[in-house]
């Protein structure tokens, strides 16, 4: 065999180093792959074995040394190298943080191992007819991630949000045993001040809050069809005066100089601070005015609180009456009308079958677009075919993602229309009894509201 001069120069310099000498070798990581070099007079690979979390490496060497040596590896998926040579015996170890494909071969002087980034495991399971579960751990330039999809066939199991008890805030997994849920993914957008909700839902028909700004909307027909859109909340209360009031919300956190209408599904009071500047009227199921306050104001059961507060009061002050009749309207426009189920979230991340992150145009923060963080998205496949993702983050064993990673990945995954979710601590999965994935806080964070998936 013709050696280079640089095997030359290493051969004569390893031959004359000391028994005791540590071991050459090298570690060259690139964003695609990792390749490490171990040096040994004529080696010779005897065989290679899976341990646990890594893979070692048993040679032969015409030379004759004692040495051990660790060295950690700081970037991408493998995480240390370990080197024991007693005699003529000699052990390389090579440790992941993700599991990753070795390839190993044994070049002159040298055993070469490399290691690709591009790697993909993938598992699958049945839940029932209906649902199946995957989970994909892959590596990528940003480090590990862990997915987790739930596939829905709706013509099979029902897909619903349901709100936190007493409209407050709690746990997924508590949301879903209550109501003997299948699984569970955390829903839309809520205030982590006051634990109200953010975004537009609607359940069995009943619109439960409103958005605050125009954001995309999942929503679920009757027959287990799906869409996406941007929906338009109309909420009003008329009189038999002829006069009509407008509501700016619905189960939403007052704000100055607006007009907002409670429901019962909100609780039994309004929550709001009593104050000269509110007007509150309760109203009957049967649209009776009951009586007036200035906040806080018991919800009749089945019925209803029109609160405005500031300049919205006004109008208001002047021709309700205690007795007068009233009906109440809320209704959403377009193709909303009629719809089954509605979640809110934003922004859309897919549509028609193509990225498309509408995160300026529905006035969400770079940070919030661009930020790598734990995520939750869903997406329509098509027919019945529902897609509920999340992807885990803030930790060593899963980086997050953007949005507009998780737009590629919503895509690849065969959605043809889909929207995020609230992420960060909220991302939660629940599966038959369990949480499924890594929450990024270190235990489940108190929510507003979940989707749930249960028999039909």
Known sequence: MKLNPFLILFLLLLLSAPAAAGPTYGIDVSPDETNIAVFAIYPRLLGRTAIPGGMRFDLSTSGRRTFKLSRAIEKGPLSSLSINQKGTKMQVVVRWRFPVSITSSVEGMRLVMNARHDV????????????????????TPAGPEMINVLRLDLSKVALRPQVAANFNRETVSSIA????????????????????????????GQIISSSFYNRSVFGIRHDGTCFIDNARLLAAVSLDNGRAFVANGVNQTPGRNRTVLYTHHYGKKTRTKPDPSRREFAISPDGTVLKAGLGNMDIPKDGYVLSAQGTAIWKLKKFIRIGARAQVYTNLNGIWKGIRHAIGGGPTLVHEGKVKVTATRERFSKQLTRGRAPRSAIGYAGKNQVILVTVDGRQSRSAGMTLYELARLMRDLGAKEAINLDGGGSTTMYLRGHIVNWVSGGSERPVQNALLVTGK
């Open 120 to 139: 993909t495991h993938k598992t699958k399971i049945a839940v029932r007819d209906g649902t199946v579960f995957q989970r994909i751990y892959s590596w």
């Open 177 to 204: 045993r209550r109501w003997g849920a299948i699984a569970a993914i955390n829903g839309s957008f809520f205030s982590m001040s006051n634990g109200q909700p953010i975004g537009l839902l609607v359940l069995d």
